[in-house]
């Protein structure tokens, strides 16, 4: 696929099909009279007849409009001018593109979405995440992306850097969609090696040997039950000066949790491929951050196992030590993302980075508090909590912090060994967790953020199918790449 801008004369120059942004004020719109001109009122008429929705991303199709070189129109309300923004902007952009999608087509023209470089560039994401689904084995797609999208009035650099980080976005998605006899730890570090390759970042990837010569017994352990070898990923892209030091981004990769011993019932495991999600959006991130050609340095560490079930699994009431040196107790098999994090913590802390991001499907807790729409943001550093957080809002996409206040320590203190891997009961599990990931963080300012609810859709929206969702890519691209 490709997106261009159109020609000057959209209403004239042939193509499948186009998607018009329709807002409450339609009167105002200096696209939408152009468009009820060309086509001697219809517009106005279908607008005033009320069957037409300007409430944001509801769409009406209209078959063959005389006077408009196009197969069909699609109307694409966006709501009220105050509300046009990168939220609403991607998701009517993605709404008019996936209903488009569903058979394939040359040349989809999207107009009436110009707006501040956020918006444009959203929308830009959002036309193409609407049409890529999750449909990857299917010989029928239910979903197929057009050769072209072109795009009317933009400017030519949103234009630019929307499409990488669309891109960038449903990289992530394919990622956390693929089944996970197809992604597992060693198939994961093999496209993180192509994204390398392609994009001029160093890679590191160490096998089993090497992570136990460098004594990560926390994520060893998590990695035992597999027949699948795990891996550790160290990317790093340069784009400020060398003496500038990094921004870390850290993911966990667990590309099957069935629990382990705890193990899940099968209605709770049946999605866990998603379980690496936050290693996929640290790979979209880094892709992102080097086609934007970001002015940071930028350490990638991503930790990838299976955590599985066998005669050698680790178990509860075992004790692992992490590579800080850290003992850790296991009470739960089933919480083991933590402790293929704090292993990763460990090793990206090594790089002295100026600051931690940290992504992570760590809890269903994160789910109970704040709902399958928003991610938890946990942190050591409140300023760098609210710059990801100013960030997010930015671009659309939903974040909302959790306290840390230190008396959720004392429920990790461990009997046998100096931490345990899960509080003291359900409650506040998201901060708990985040408060045993804190344990490997040393001094450095860090923010993690639970992606367990967001990063997966259960269900298909209007602007996006199921499955993964790549969700803070764009929120981390446009943060990176506008110092
Ligand atoms: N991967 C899960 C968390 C999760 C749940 C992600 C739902 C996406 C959707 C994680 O490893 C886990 O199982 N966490 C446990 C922690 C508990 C045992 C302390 C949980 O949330 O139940
Ligand atoms: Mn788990
Ligand atoms: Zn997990």
Request: aromatic fraction near 6%; charge should be negative; hydrophobic fraction near 40%.
């Amino acid at each position: 696929m490709q997106c261009v801008r159109s020609l000057p004369n959209w209403l004239g120059s042939p193509c499948d099909a186009i998607v018009l942004a329709i807002p409450e004020n339609w009167r105002a719109a200096p696209h939408l009279t152009e468009a009820d001109q060309a086509t001697n009122g219809l517009l106005s008429r279908l607008l005033e007849s009320g069957e037409v929705s300007t409430k944001p991303w509801k769409t009406t199709v209209v078959q063959a409009p005389a006077g408009i070189a196009t197969k069909q129109l699609v109307l694409v309300g966006t709501g009220a001018a105050s509300d046009w923004n990168p939220l609403t902007a991607g998701r009517a952009a993605g709404a008019g593109m996936k209903l488009l999608a569903s058979k394939s087509r040359e040349v989809v023209r999207f107009v009436g979405f110009t707006g501040s470089g956020e918006v444009e560039r959203a929308a830009v994401t959002g036309a193409m995440i609407g049409c890529v689904g999750q449909d990857l084995f299917r010989k029928e797609k239910s979903l197929y992306e057009p050769e072209s999208l072109e795009w009317h009035d933009l400017q030519e650099e949103n234009l630019r850097k929307g499409f990488a980080i669309g891109e960038s976005i449903n990289l992530t998605r394919k990622l956390v969609n693929l089944p996970p006899n197809y992604m597992y730890p060693e198939s994961f570090a093999e496209a993180a090696q192509g994204v390398a390759q392609q994009y001029q970042l160093s890679i590191e990837i160490w096998d089993k040997a090497k992570l136990e010569n460098e004594r990560c017994g926390s994520l060893l352990g998590v990695a035992r039950g597999s027949v699948k070898e795990p891996r550790l990923v160290v990317l790093q892209y340069r784009g400020a000066e060398p003496t500038v030091a990094p921004i870390a981004l850290v993911g966990k990769g667990v590309t099957f949790d069935s629990g382990g011993y705890s193990i899940k019932p099968t209605d709770g495991m049946l999605t866990m491929k998603c379980d690496m999600a936050g290693a996929a959006t640290v790979l979209g991130i880094m892709q992102a951050a080097a086609r934007l050609q970001a002015r940071c340095n930028l350490v990638a560490v991503v930790g990838l196992v299976e955590n599985l079930i066998s005669g050698d699994a680790f178990k509860l009431g075992d004790v692992l030590t992490a590579r800080s040196g850290k003992t850790i107790e296991i009470h739960n098999t089933d919480a083991e993302g933590r402790l293929v994090l704090a292993d990763c913590l460990d090793v990206a802390a090594g790089y002295s980075p100026s600051k931690i991001v940290d992504f992570a499907t760590l809890t269903g807790a994160c789910c109970v508090a704040l709902g399958n729409d928003i991610s938890g943001l946990m942190t050591n550093a409140p300023q760098w909590q609210s710059e990801i957080k100013s960030a997010a809002e930015r671009c659309g996409e939903y974040v909302w912090p959790l306290p840390m206040h230190s008396f959720f320590s004392e429920q990790i203190a461990g009997k046998v060994a100096d931490i345990k891997n899960v509080g003291e009961g359900r409650w506040g599990g998201a901060i708990t967790a985040a408060k045993f990931l804190e344990e490997f963080v040393q001094q450095i300012p860090w923010t993690h953020i639970d992606i367990a609810g967001p990063s997966f859709l259960d269900s298909p929206k209007a602007w996006c199918d199921a499955g993964g969702s790549g969700t803070l890519v764009r929120t981390f691209a446009e943060l990176l790449s506008s110092s």
